[in-house]
C-alpha cells in the first residue's frame, strides 16, 4: 500500500544501522518519498537540518552509536517539523517532552512507517 | 529434723527474773545473818543474866550468912551497905535484862516478819517464773511456726559462724538434714563456682561483726541451683554477739529474667552496632534521644550532638525541611518513611539515605518513642540506574537485531536463486550474527572487544587455525589486543565474515593453491582516536573473478564493506581484485586505551 500523499515529500531518515537505513530509504522511495540523508550521527543530523530549507517530516532513530538523537528532535521541533521515533526503546527511555511523538517499533514494515508519515504530514499541513 | 534441744533466745524478762531471784537470795542470807547477830546478842544477855543471877544468889548468900553472923555477933554498917549496893546491881541488872529480852522479842518479831515476806516474794517469784517459763515456751513455738511460714530460708549461727539451727524450708529446699547442716555443712548446697566467695564473705562478717550480704546459688534436693539474696546480721547483748541470723530470699527467677534481659540487651546492641543501618531513638517530633556509634562514625557527628533536632545539621540543606515535614505526620501514620541525602564525613559527600522508624508504644497505646533506622541506599540508586541504562540498551540492542536480521534475511532473499542457496546462506550468516552475539556477551565486564579476537571467530568458523591464528593456508601479523568499540562490533564481524565466506566459497580457500593474509596494525590518528588498519590479501586464487562481473554472492559483502562500513563506522574501505585474488583495506576508528571500560551504551 503506498500513501499517495508522501508523493514528492521531502523526509529526513536518522538511523545509525546501514542495513536498516539502507531498507528504510528504499521503502521510503518506492512510496515517492525524496530521503533526505540517511545519516547515522546526531552531528551530521544537525548540519542537514540547518543546510535544507524543505524537510516534510522525519523519522529518527532514538541510539545513534551511543548519542541520543534528542538535540535533533528539539531542533525539528524548533522549525515546526513533525517526526516519528523509529525505536527498539520502551515509553521510558524518550523524555516526555517528545510523548506526542509518534513511534514505530523495530523491526517494522515500511508501509506502517509510511502510514505514519502521512498521518504525520497532513496534520501540520492544517 | 528440726532441733529442739536449744531455746531459741535468752529472753530478757528470764534474765530479769533470775537477776531479782539473786537478789531475793543475797537479801535473805543478810536477814538469815541479821538474825544471827541478834540470836547471839540474845545469848550474850542470857549469858549476862545468868551470870548475874548466880552473883545475885551468891550476894544473897553472903547476906544472909553475914546477917547470920550480925545476928549473932553485932549489926555491921558496912556490910548493910554493901548488902544495898549488891541489891542496886541486882536491880540494875534486871532492867537491863528486861530492855534486852524487850529488844530480842522486837527482833524476833521482826525477824519471822521479814521471813513471811521473803516467803512471799519468792512464792511470787516462782510463780512469775514459771509463768515466764511457759510463755517463753510458747513465743519460742510461734517463732518456730514463723520461721517454717516465711518463704525465706533461715538459719541462726554462733557467733563464730557455725550454723545451730535451720528452718524447715531450708531442709525442704536443699534435701539436708540438721546432722549435714550444722556448722558449716550449708556450704555444701552452695553452687561451686560460688563457694569460695562466699566462704570468703561469710568469714569476713564473722570477723568484722558486719552485716553479711550475697547472691549465690542454692543447690535444691532436685540437684538444680537456684539463686538466693542472702542476708546475715547478728544479734548483740551490749555489744556482745550473741548470734547471726541469716535468711535467703529466692530471687532465682528475677535474676534470670534479669541475666536473660542483659543477654536479650547485649545481642540486641551487638545488632545494632553491627548492623550497615545508622540506628536511632527518638521521641515525637525527631527529638532524638540516642544515636548509635555508626551514625557518629558517619557523619562525624558526636551523640550530643545529634540529639534533640541536632541531626539535621547532617541532612543535606534541601531534605531538613521534608524531613521535619515526615515527622509531622510520623504519628498519625504509625511510621515515619523518609528519604534524605545524609552528609559522609570520610567521603566528603552527601548520600542517599532510606530513613524508617516503628514507634514503640505504651500499654495505652501512647506513643512512648521511635525506634528508627538509616539505610544507606546511594549504591542502590546508582545500580538502579545504572540497570535501567542496561536494560533500556538490551532493549535497543535487540529491537535492532531483530531489525538486522530483517534486513539480512530480505538481502539475502534478493541475492539467491533458489530455497537450497537460501537455507546455507541465511544460516551462516543468522551463525555470523550469533558469534558476535555471544563475542559481546562474553566481554568481562564491558570490556571492549579486541581486533584479532573478532578476526579469529570469524576464520576459525570455517578453518581450522594454531593457538596463533595461523592455518595451513592461512597466515595472520598483528598486535593482539587491538579493541574495538562495542557499537561497531557487530556491523565489522558481518564484513569479517562475508570476506571469509567469500573465500571459502570463491576465492583463497576454495582450491588448495590460495592463501590468506591477514595483516593489521594501528597508528595514531588524533588526541581522542587511532586507526585501525586491516588488510585483507588473498593469493594464489585461479578464477579470479572480473571487475565488471555480477557479484558471486550477491553483493551483500561487498555492500557491506564499501558502502555500510563507511556509513556505519566511519571506515575508509577499498575492495578489489587483484592478479592472484582480492584485496581489501579497512581502515577505523578506535579508541586509544585498549584497557578502557566502556560505557553500557558506547
Redesign the interface.
Known sequence: MVEQNLQGCSVLIVEDEYLLADDLSQALADAGVHVLGPIASVDDGMRLIGSTASIDAAVLDVNLRGDMVFPVADELRLRGIPFAFATGYDESAIPDRFADAPRVEKPFKGHSITAVLGTLIRSSHQ | MVRQDEPISVQPDARMLLDENEQLRTSLESALEENANLTEDRDRLLRRVAEMARELQTSHSAYARERDIETALATDDAAETQRSQSDEELRVAFEELQVLTEELEVANSSLHQTNQQLDNRVEERTRQIRESNAALRSSEASFRTISDLVPDLLWRADRRGDATWFNQRWYNLTGQDAGDAVGLGWLDAVHPEDLAHVREGWQAAMESGQPYQHEHRIRDAEGNYRWFLIRAEPLRDSGRILHWFAAGADIHDQRVAIEALEQSEQRFRTLIEGMPQLVWRSENGGQWTWSSPQWHEYTAQSDEQARALGWLDALHPDDRAAAQAAWAVAPEGGVLELEARIFHAKEQRHRHFRTRALPVRRSDGEIMEWLGTSTDVDDILQLQKHQSVLV??L??????L???????T??TLKGVSNLEDFRKCIDDRLQALARVQGLLSRRDGALRVPFDLLLREELSAHVALDAQGNGEQVSVDGPRGVAL?S??VQ?FALAIHELATNAVKYGALASPEGRLTVRWGVRPRDDRARTLWVDWLETGVADVPNANEKPRGGGYGRE?LE??LP??LGARTHYGFEEQGIHCTIELEVPLDDAAQE?A??
Request: glycine content about 6%; aromatic content about 4%; charged content about 25%.
Open positions: 533500556t540498551e532493549q535497543h540492542r535487540t529491537r535492532n531483530m531489525a538486522v536480521v530483517q534486513a539480512v530480505l538481502r568499540r557499537g561497531i556491523t557491506l558502502r555500510a556509513y556505519q560505557k551504551n558506547g
